[in-house]
């Protein structure tokens, strides 16, 4: 059977929560145990890191450094110990949403992030967690939920409190959707765009026949 990691991106007010709840019990109801978690997060320290980044005023070096650190200790705790026991990892953002946000969105250099990925993702790290992949550490499946601009800031508009980059104008979520397609151009294996600008039905809908076309789900 093997370990799954599946990531789901898109910009604040996508729409994932609902889908990743519902991706879980599909998957469950097929006798698989999944992981649900979140980044930056999923470990007390993860979680920690996560209110100074959508918090604290901070460069984007900092940043990057927080959410890559905060990404070491969630795969070293959460994702590579489930992955070995043949579990599913559903994970609300992972590296995409730094070169996302962090590179497109923010303008910082996308080789930097690069390289702080190999650190953090790479096979050396990984090899020492016990995961005998080769290469670099990424999700099998990438949903991308892909929606535009202003229909998200909408959707957010009065919907809570919003944090640090909830608050950010729309050309920095076209930025962010731009950076997201680049990421999809260059690793296009593992990314599914789906249409997030449609009824939540339609939108599982695509969801599932995308994770069942992967041979994921029966
Ligand atoms: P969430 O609200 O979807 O849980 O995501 C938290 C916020 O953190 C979201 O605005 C995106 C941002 N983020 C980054 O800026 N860089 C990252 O690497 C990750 C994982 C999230």
Redesign the pocket.
Known sequence: MGGLFISFEGI?GAG?STHITALAQAFEAQGRVVVRT????GTPLAETL?KL??NEAMDALT?SLL?FAA?RDHIALVIAPALARDQVVLC????D??FA??GS?RGFDWDTLGMLEQWVQGSGPTHDLGLASAGLLQPQLTLWFDLPAPVAAQRLAGARVP?K??SQPEAFFEQVASGYARRMAQQPHRFAQINANQDPDAVWHEVLRVVKAKGFLA
Do not use: H, I, M
């Open positions: 604040d994932k979140r980044e930056p997060g996560r980044v959508l940043e959410v990404r609300d953002r992972f590296s949403a730094t946000y962090q969105g944090d980059f909830e």
